[in-house]
C-alpha cells in the first residue's frame, strides 16, 4: 500500500467520525433528549446591583471549607463569596450584621463541612441559600435578611 491509499483511509475515517458525530448531536436535539447547559450554574447578582429599596452585605467574606466525606465520597473543597440582602437602609440593621459577620461566617462554613459534595449537589444551590436564609435569620435580631447570594461557588476536587 502506498502512502496516497492510507491518506484516503485516514481521510474517509475521520470524515466518517464527524459525520456520526453530527448525526447524534442532531438526532438528540431533535428528539429533545440533549438538554444543552442543564447543570450549570446560573449567576447570581452583584452586590452593587441591587434595587434602592434593598441593601447588600458583602462583608463576609470568601469561605473556603472541605465538605464532610463518607463511603461514597471523599472530601471535597467547596469555595463561597457569599452576600446577603436586606430591605432598606437601615443602619442598626447593618451594623448588627457587621458584628455578627463572623457568627455568619462560622454558621455557613458549618453548613456546608457538615454536608458531603454529594448532599450538596443533591439538594440543589436555591434549597441551600433558603435554608441558610432561615438559618441566618433566626441569629438576628433588628431584621431580616431577604436572600443570600454567592459570587462564588466552586467544588474542587
Known amino acids: 500500500m502506498n502512502r496516497l491509499n ?7 475515517a475521520i470524515g466518517g467520525i464527524v459525520i456520526f ?18 447543570g450549570l450554574r446560573h449567576e447570581d447578582p452583584l452586590p452593587e446591583s441591587v434595587g434602592k429599596s434593598k441593601s447588600a452585605f458583602n462583608e463576609i467574606g470568601q469561605i ?3 465538605t464532610r466525606e463518607d463511603d461514597k465520597s471523599k472530601k471535597s473543597v467547596i469555595i463561597l463569596v457569599p452576600w446577603l440582602e436586606y430591605d432598606g437602609n437601615d443602619q442598626a440593621f447593618y451594623e ?10 462560622n454558621l455557613l462554613t458549618t ?6 459534595k454529594e448532599e ?4 440543589g444551590e436555591s434549597k441551600i441559600k433558603s435554608e ?11 431584621g431580616k435578611i431577604t436572600s443570600v447570594y454567592f459570587n462564588d461557588y466552586l467544588f474542587l476536587d
Open 21 to 38: 458525530i453530527i448525526a447524534v448531536s442532531a438526532i438528540a436535539l431533535c428528539t429533545k433528549n440533549a438538554h444543552p447547559g442543564e
Open 96 to 105: 448588627e450584621l457587621d458584628r455578627k459577620h463572623l457568627s455568619i461566617k
Open 64 to 66: 473556603r471549607v472541605f
Open 6 to 12: 492510507i491518506n484516503k483511509i485516514l481521510s474517509l
Open 132 to 142: 441558610l436564609k432561615e438559618q441566618v435569620n433566626e441569629t438576628l435580631v433588628l
Open 120 to 123: 450538596l449537589l443533591n439538594l
Open 111 to 116: 453548613y456546608f463541612a457538615t454536608r458531603t
